[in-house]
């Protein structure tokens, strides 16, 4: 007998194994011409594409069910340029050495530098808190758990869901990132995960040959 509030599993619909194995494989091959972009176009992306990205990133299992992330959507182009000179104020130095040179040097393939254009170009920024406190009901003030994974799984998602809206995505981790907290109005107990930077490609966009370096599925998995 449960000692919990439930209901009956709500199922899926029926599918024989050579449909899963096609499903399976067609969502693999999509996901598979997803390319992170670092050169974007102003063109418009509707708004009810992000709420519904956003929305299918909700959707993530999470620590006790909690559900410790943010969103927080920037599509003011004051707010855009004050991210862009605090971020790229921090890539200078990231770039001048603090990074050290194994990390430059890894960095080296991709071309990347301090230059964050794409910031104040794209018509989306999504903003991404972990929340260690919190709960599943306005104005909860629970212990939140394993809030890195959770945020994980629903950015995952919602970069899954953008490319799914043919909505190409960059994911950028300006370090330290607490300005994030003050530019979108987010209380001190949220921790800013990463920024990301939706919208469409530019006509001139490029892919670094490394970027399509993938590792095999053996590579990335053991059978026991």
């Known amino acids: 007998m449960l000692d919990h509030p439930a209901q009956p599993w709500p199922g899926l619909p029926p599918l024989d194994d050579a449909e899963r194995i096609a499903r399976a494989t067609n969502f693999r091959d999509h996901l598979r011409t997803r390319r992170t972009c670092r050169y974007f176009s102003d063109a418009p992306v509707p708004r009810a594409v992000i709420e519904a990205a956003i929305e299918a990133a ?28 605090a ?63 959770s945020v994980g799984i629903a950015t995952g998602l919602l970069l899954a869901a953008l490319h799914a809206a043919n909505v190409v995505t960059l994911t950028h981790t300006p370090n330290p990132m607490r300005f994030l907290n003050r530019v979108c109005q987010r209380p001190s107990g949220e921790k800013p995960i990463m920024i990301v930077v939706a919208g469409h490609a530019a006509a001139d ?10 590792k095999s599925l053996a590579q990335i998995t053991s059978w026991l």
């Not at 909700?58 to 000179?85: C, D, M, Y």
């Not at 071309?111 to 406190?133: E, H, M, N």
Request: glycine share 10%; hydrophobic share 40%; net charge negative.
């Open 87 to 149: 971020a790229e104020a921090e890539e200078r130095a990231f770039y001048a050495g603090k990074a050290g040179d194994e990390w430059l040097e890894a960095l080296g393939p991709l071309g990347t530098d301090a230059d964050k254009s794409y910031l104040t170009v794209a018509p989306w920024l999504i903003v991404i808190f972990g929340q260690r406190r919190g709960g599943i009901t306005p104005g909860d003030d629970k212990q939140n758990y394993y809030v890195n994974e």
């Open 58 to 85: 909700g959707t993530a299992p999470s620590g006790a069910n909690h559900q410790p992330w943010h969103f927080a959507v920037i599509e003011s182009a004051a707010l855009k340029a004050e991210i862009r000179a």
């Open 205 to 214: 966009a490029t892919v670094p040959l490394h970027a399509l370096r993938k």
